[in-house]
């Protein structure tokens, strides 16, 4: 199983970015997906989450408004479409999964709910 993040770059506060998590080897519309970041010097934090099938998609309380996550069977990737950034989103972003993680829940943000990892996208948000 191998995950490829990808999308990130510098944009200016206020700005969009849409970040990619493609996979090879699982099928994504069958498992959840969880988006993760992690800033210089803090710890790596849940993000986003969406589940296999209809289940529910959840959001941190800091992108909650301004942030979307969804899924393209088709291409088996999983997209968080951000917008209004600021300057504190500025960090390194994860995708993940495991083959037993299908649907999103309070336990998202757990680092050991997930055995595939993507290399990480950095986005830097400054003027």
């Known amino acids: 199983v191998q995950l490829q993040a990808s999308g990130g770059g510098l944009v200016q506060p206020g700005g969009s970015l849409r970040l990619s998590c493609a996979a090879s080897?699982?099928?994504?519309?069958?498992?959840?997906i969880g988006w993760f970041r992690q800033a210089p010097g803090k710890e790596r934090e849940g993000v986003s989450c969406i589940s296999s099938s209809d289940g529910p998609t959840v959001y941190t309380d800091s992108v909650k408004g301004r942030s979307t996550i969804s899924r393209d069977n088709d291409k088996n990737t999983v997209y968080l479409q951000m917008n209004s950034l600021k300057p504190e989103d500025t960090a390194v972003y994860y995708c993940?999964?495991?083959?037993?993680?299908?649907?999103?829940?309070?336990?998202?943000?757990?680092?050991?709910?997930?055995?595939?990892w993507g290399q990480g996208t950095q986005v830097t948000v400054s003027s």
């Open positions: 993940a999964t495991d083959r037993h993680f299908k649907i999103c829940d309070s336990y998202y943000g757990y680092l050991y709910v997930y055995d595939y």
């Open positions: 080897g699982l099928a994504l519309d069958v498992h959840a």
